[in-house]
């Protein structure tokens, strides 16, 4: 079985910063591509930043780039979303994702993770 679990989330004033995990365990030789999602109390989720299998390729959203950085630590089974500059913006449940194809796009992601609460306030 597949699983992933997320930690590191919480409350933080603006400006600040958060670091996400999401730690996985089963099959995970067969993922190409690691990614964070975010979903706000009555909008779509919507894909933050990805990482391709060998942390080659990075892709972030507009709304993130030069404030978050994805990363991952192939020998720990885990991957990480370094958030700096936080905004109220950003206040959102996170989940981390995988998916057997190759990043380029936030579609088809084939597992997903409970998520963790992110708050940012003024």
């Known amino acids: 079985d597949v699983q992933l679990v997320e930690s590191g989330g919480g409350s933080v004033q603006a400006g600040g910063s958060l670091r996400l995990s999401c730690a996985a365990s089963g099959y995970t030789y067969r993922w190409f591509c690691m990614g964070w999602f975010r979903q706000a109390p009555g909008k779509e989720r919507e894909g933050v930043a990805a990482i391709s299998g060998g942390g080659g390729s990075t892709y972030y959203a507009d709304s993130v780039k030069g404030r978050f950085t994805i990363s991952q630590d192939n020998a720990k089974r885990t991957m990480y979303l370094q958030m700096n500059s936080l905004k109220p913006e950003d206040t959102a449940m996170y989940y981390c994702?995988?998916?057997?194809?190759?990043?380029?796009?936030?579609?088809?992601?084939?597992?997903w993770g409970q998520g963790t609460q992110v708050t940012v306030s003024t």
């Open positions: 994702a995988a998916k057997v194809l190759a990043c380029g796009n936030w579609a088809r992601y084939n597992y």
